[in-house]
């Protein structure tokens, strides 16, 4: 027990370490390269940590002739998942990308439900040892069964049509002809290995029956680069508003080192107004609105020179007194902008698909300063974060559905 985990100390040690020296290289190395490394500090950090969950199942389950088999295949396809995440990318999902994912959320409940089941276990040990033993057994197959349902449960939740919401946001100044301003927040779709070409197709059309008058997408709208999604994204043109379709980049647009092609292939191609740190006004006689975006603040840490989230600079121009929605895709952005602004009225972000599935609610939670939903941050500012449409990695939403919003525009009189 002792040599078992002194090897995992020194695996775990030689991970940080090889994370930290790719991290230092990504920020000086030049941008052709920088891919290649993020993508290997991703998989080095994922297969450390899925590592110590394998190990645990299979020396949990390897005493069971039925589950040994279902632990072992579980774990093999986990351990595949995210290498097919970067190999097998096409106009839609296929059961090669599908199916490891979907053995990634089961390796998590499973994970999760045999630490829960061992902590009962070490319980009921002061009792009597027959009463452990009964237990133990009942742990070997009630876990399992358990994980699949759950697995199977939230894969269901990511099938079914996202849910439709709705918040009225009070705008201190909003002219009465932008009173009841209809917009719909798209964020988080991550086209890419498990989302495709008929999710965007469906939404669009989706979008279209609320008639809105603008629509704003914050973000990690892809997972991999123009070349393999340009077709699956394409319908995006046929987005139907007064005022057109609103987009910044999130994260993951960065991690598909990609970035700049997206953008002009947004805009170019299918008429997106992209939002690099910039605004763009719409206007009703003499009445106008400010909308804003920015860069993700992932791009920072990536070493983007030209990418770097400027609330100032995106609002530069924006005439005096008019109301500012801001684009940003990180709650930390939509922090960031409230401290860098006089005046902000709105902030649309997503990122945290509100956790996604149980219980990474928590650890999200505490990263940010917003979760998900509306937020009143001042008198005259609010946040609203998205839970976002789809998901990443793992198909599984499990108490946190996935949404798409319908935000209202209201007048409100100036505060005293």
């Known amino acids: 027990m002792a040599g078992t985990f002194r090897t995992a100390l020194k695996l775990t040690g030689l991970a940080i370490l090889a ?80 199916v490891p994912f979907l053995a990634f959320g089961c390796h998590v409940f499973m994970c999760l439900g045999t630490l829960c089941a061992d902590i009962g276990t070490f319980l009921f040990i002061p009792f009597t040892m027959k009463i452990s033993v009964a237990y133990q057994k009942f742990k070997l197959n009630f876990v399992p069964v358990c994980a699949i349902i759950l697995t199977l449960w939230s894969y269901i939740n990511t099938v079914l049509p996202p849910q439709h919401s709705t918040v009225h946001v009070p705008i201190n100044g909003l002219d009465p002809k932008f009173n009841n301003l209809h917009i719909i927040h798209l964020s988080d779709i991550h086209v890419g290995p498990t989302t495709g070409k008929v999710f965007v197709d469906w939404l669009v059309n989706e979008v279209n029956t609320y008639n809105p008058d603008a629509v704003v997408i914050t973000g990690d709208l892809v997972d991999s680069s123009v070349k393999n999604l340009r077709n699956a994204v394409w319908n995006l043109k046929n987005l139907k508003s007064k005022y057109g379709t609103f987009y910044v980049t999130g994260n993951h647009e960065y991690y598909t080192n990609d970035v700049d092609n997206w953008l002009n292939y947004l805009r170019d191609q299918l008429g997106l107004i992209t939002l690099h740190n910039q605004h763009h006004v719409i206007n009703e006689g003499n009445a106008s609105l400010c909308f804003a975006g920015i860069d993700d603040i992932q791009a920072e840490k990536m070493s983007y020179t030209d990418h770097s989230p400027d609330p100032v600079t995106a609002t530069e121009g924006c005439p005096d007194e008019t109301p500012i929605i801001m684009l940003a895709h990180q709650p930390k952005a939509a922090k960031l902008t409230i401290k860098s602004l006089p005046r902000v009225d709105l902030v649309l972000s997503g990122h945290t698909h509100g956790g996604q599935f149980f219980p990474v609610h928590i650890p999200v939670y505490l990263a940010n300063p917003y979760f998900a939903g509306l937020y009143k941050v001042s008198p005259d500012t609010h946040v609203y974060v998205s839970r976002g449409l789809r998901f990443y990695g793992a198909p599984t939403r499990f108490l946190s559905y996935p949404e798409f919003t319908s935000v209202y525009l209201v007048s409100s009189q100036p505060q005293p």
């Open 19 to 98: 994370i930290v020296c790719i991290q230092l290289h990504i920020s000086i190395n030049k941008p052709w390269y920088r891919y290649k490394l993020m993508r290997l500090q991703i998989l080095t950090f994922l297969q450390t940590i899925m590592s110590y969950g394998s190990y645990y199942l299979y020396r949990t389950y390897k005493i069971s002739s039925l589950w040994k088999k279902f632990a072992v295949i579980t774990i093999v396809l986990t351990h595949v998942s995210f290498f097919a995440q970067y190999m097998f990318i096409s106009d839609n999902p296929s059961f090669i990308t599908i």
